[in-house]
């Protein structure tokens, strides 16, 4: 799964495949975390805009007040679950990140660890959203990402983002189909694991 991602100056870094942004500024976000506002890309008949959507979809057949909202969505069930099945056919969104956090567990701790493109470059996550609301799709983890988790976003290239984002084409086939970026890992502080922490410290390497 992934439930944490750092994202920084957002328009600059997406100005070539974006339009216009609405709402959203340059900024720095080292602790990205579901029910947050965040930026996303979404398709118009005039063009790609990046704006903000709160990260965790509460369906519409729910007990709203019950129901925790739905951070992710699986790729190899996506087509199958009455909550998104409609969402990757009419409503997809691409999610941006610099990278993003994820957890190994040993024995009785869990240590975090900060992803990010091999080549350095921004990560487009593919999502789905409602409304005001998205989550991200991920699927099985590489095999490096798997030592650490076996989920991960499943993040596309810059060149195929429009291509998903084109309601045309089976969204799900395409993401299984599509070359995935290489991603890189290492360990950092536990101080990401509080939300309130937010500053660049977060994605420090930890020498071992």
């Not at 084409?169 to 299984?176: A, E, I, M, N, V």
Request: glycine share 2%; charged share 30%.
């Amino acid at each position: 799964m992934c439930g944490r991602y750092v994202i920084t100056n957002p328009v600059s870094k997406t100005k070539k495949i974006v339009k216009s942004a609405i709402n959203v500024i340059d900024k720095e976000n080292y602790n990205a975390h579901p029910y947050q506002e965040l930026p996303v890309i979404k398709r118009y008949t005039n063009g790609n805009t990046i704006e903000n959507l709160k990260w965790g979809i509460v369906p519409s057949w729910s007990k709203k007040k019950e129901f925790k909202p739905l951070i992710n969505a699986r790729l190899e069930t996506i087509d199958e679950k009455v909550s998104f099945k409609k969402l990757i056919k009419l409503t997809r969104c691409v999610a941006v990140a610099d990278g993003f956090y994820e957890w190994k567990r040993e024995d009785k701790n869990k240590i975090p660890h900060y992803f990010l493109r091999e080549d350095k470059k921004i990560m487009y996550m593919a999502g789905i959203y409602v409304n005001s609301e998205f989550c991200l799709i991920t699927e099985e983890a590489t095999q490096n990402v798997s030592d650490i988790h076996h989920r991960q976003p499943l993040v596309l290239n810059e060149n195929d983002v429009n291509r998903y984002l084109n309601l045309e084409l089976d969204g799900s086939s395409f993401l299984k189909e599509c070359k995935k970026p290489k991603l890189q890992f290492y360990e950092i502080s536990r101080n990401v694991n509080k939300p309130t922490n937010n500053n660049i410290s977060l994605i420090q390497k930890i020498s071992n």
